[in-house]
Structure formats: structure tokens, C-alpha cells
């Protein structure tokens, strides 16, 4: 069966700091992969996914996440982060042949000034 | 974000009582999802529709019954909670499942079981 591991609960960044979230999977095969948001009292919004091909995938807002079979995670980036940017994210996992994502149990980002 | 609407946004039941939530989706999608979210669990998935059909019930207590008249709405009717049922529910939807299709999710119902 898929399982997301998000390592970290909260992580607190600087403005304009740069950003890496930690997301470990397992999976059989070669998984979809996804890094959602979500703001207060907000439904969860698609980042980036990852199905096949390039490893390096861009997203909205400026994020980014590489695909690592070997180490099974998928990290999410971004460079310099925003106040804005403070949420909830999660990265999830898709069986193929299925619509079934799986959740990590999310980190909560904080930005300081 | 309009794509995905709940209502209502907060809900606070009595373990007794009867409630409906209701998801619409404006996006033309064919499929539709009950997620549930609690504090410090990832999200469960409870039911997927395609097509108006039932096609996922993930070991979900009967006291919550889904119900998808047609393609662009999704209930799920609450009877006879419990306490640790009080959560944040969210819908979602996508064009179909066969292949992969990103999920948009609504903005969820906040269920308080007193």
C-alpha cells in the first residue's frame, strides 16, 4: 500500500529566506506524485505534480519539487519565500489505473519578518 | 475559487440529529470525492463517484451516506455521529478516473459533533 511521510510538523522560515519541505513515499512502482496547499479555511490547492519524465518540476507560485526514486522522496522548493506563502502543505501520492491519493500528514510553514 | 463550492462552511450537530452536507462542482467533471480531515491525520478518502456512480467506499461508518444525483452534485448525509467523527470535510472533483486528473478541492464544511 502507498504512505506519504512528511518528516517535518512546522517549519519556520525567514522572508525571503529559501524553502525545502521533506516528503518520503512508498510505492511499488513509479508513483504520481503531488504537492498540494492549503490557507485557512481554504480547500487545497495543486502546486505541482509529477507523473514521468523530467525528474525537476515546476509549479505555480514559484515552487518546485525533484522527483528521487533512489531516496523515494519528492521535496518540495522554492528560493525565496513570501509572507503569502505561509500555509499547510501536503504531498500525496497516486496509485496508477486509480484516482486514490494518498496524503502525508502535512507541514505547517510559518514566515517570519 | 468558485469551482468547487460546500456548503454549509461550519456545522455543529447534536449526535442525535440528521444533516446533509452539499458539494457543486461548476467545472464539468465527471468524478467527485468525500475527503475527511483531522487534526493531525492526513486526509482519508471516503467515497469517489464517477459518473454518478459509486465506485470507492473506503471502510466508511454507514452513519454517512453519500448521495450524487447527477454529475455536478454530491451530498453526504450525516446521521447518528460521533464525536470523533467532528472534522473538516472536503469535496473534491476531477474530469474522470480513468487516467490521472487533478483534483480541485472546494473549500470544505467544518462538522463540530457535540
Known amino acids: 500500500a502507498q504512505s506519504v511521510t512528511q518528516p517535518d510538523i512546522h517549519i519556520t522560515v525567514s522572508e525571503g529566506a529559501s524553502l525545502e519541505l521533506r516528503c518520503n513515499y512508498s510505492?511499488?512502482?513509479?508513483?504520481?506524485l503531488f504537492w498540494y496547499v492549503q490557507s485557512p479555511g481554504q480547500g487545497l490547492q495543486l502546486l505541482l505534480k509529477?507523473?514521468?519524465?523530467?525528474?525537476l518540476v515546476q509549479g505555480i507560485k514559484g515552487f518546485e519539487a525533484e522527483f528521487k526514486r533512489s531516496q523515494s522522496s519528492f521535496n518540495l522548493r522554492k528560493p525565496s519565500v513570501h509572507w503569502s506563502d505561509a500555509a499547510e502543505y501536503f504531498c500525496?501520492?497516486?496509485?496508477?489505473?486509480?484516482?486514490?491519493?494518498?496524503f502525508g500528514t502535512g507541514t505547517r510553514l510559518l514566515v517570519s519578518p | 475559487e468558485t469551482g468547487v463550492t460546500q456548503t454549509p462552511r461550519h456545522l455543529v450537530m447534536g449526535m442525535t440529529n440528521k444533516k446533509s452536507l452539499k458539494c457543486e462542482q461548476h467545472?464539468?467533471?465527471?468524478?467527485m470525492y468525500w475527503y475527511k480531515q483531522s487534526a493531525k491525520k492526513p486526509l482519508e478518502l471516503m467515497f469517489v463517484?464517477?459518473?454518478?456512480?459509486?465506485?470507492e467506499n473506503n471502510s466508511v461508518p454507514s452513519r454517512f451516506s453519500p448521495e450524487c444525483p447527477n454529475s455536478s452534485h454530491l451530498f453526504l448525509h450525516l446521521h447518528t455521529l460521533q464525536p470523533e467523527d467532528s472534522a473538516l470535510y472536503l469535496c473534491?472533483?476531477?474530469?474522470?478516473?480513468?487516467?490521472?486528473?487533478?483534483?480541485?478541492f472546494g473549500p470544505g464544511t467544518r462538522l463540530t459533533v457535540t
Open positions: 500525496a501520492v497516486g496509485a496508477r489505473g486509480f484516482q486514490k491519493l494518498v
Open positions: 510505492y511499488g512502482a513509479t508513483p504520481y
Open positions: 467545472l464539468g467533471h465527471n468524478a
Open positions: 509529477y507523473f514521468s519524465g523530467d525528474t
Open positions: 463517484y464517477s459518473l454518478e456512480e459509486r465506485v
Open positions: 473534491a472533483s476531477s474530469q474522470g478516473t480513468g487516467e490521472w486528473y487533478e483534483q480541485y
